[in-house]
């Protein structure tokens, strides 16, 4: 049984902070490629950070230098440290993985979800 389950997530003020966090049962996650994602009603799941072929992190441009994305492989946990938030920040955040050949991720690839959880930022 393979389990994602996202916690940390909440109502906050703009320029506050958050850290979500994401504990995985059933595989390790040094084994795959973790990542974050988010969605804002009716509009499609879009990647905020994502561990990418060889070990690199990637963030989308709406979150860089704002949001830092780490991984614990001993506690089989992943987070992201949401800072300076903006009401545009407000979505349904996942933590999902990748199928992992070797140091290559391939992105969408037998992708595994997390069921979500809320962060809303007010202005």
């Known amino acids: 049984q393979v389990h994602l389950m996202e916690s940390g997530g909440g109502s906050v003020q703009a320029g506050g902070s958050l850290r979500l966090s994401c504990a995985v049962s059933?595989?390790?996650?040094?084994?795959?490629?973790m990542g974050w994602f988010r969605q804002y009603p009716g509009k499609e799941r879009r990647m905020v950070a994502y561990i990418d072929t060889d070990g690199v992190t990637t963030y989308s441009d709406s979150v860089k230098g704002r949001f830092t994305f780490s991984q614990d492989n001993a506690e089989n946990t992943l987070s992201l440290e949401m800072n300076s938030l903006k009401p545009e920040d407000t979505a349904m955040y996942y933590c999902?993985?990748?199928?992992?050949?070797?140091?290559?991720?391939?992105?969408?690839?037998?992708?595994?979800w997390g069921q979500g959880i809320q962060v809303t930022v007010s202005s």
């Open positions: 999902a993985s990748d199928l992992r050949r070797g140091s290559a991720c391939l992105r969408g690839v037998n992708r595994r």
């Open positions: 059933g595989y390790s996650i040094s084994s795959r490629c």
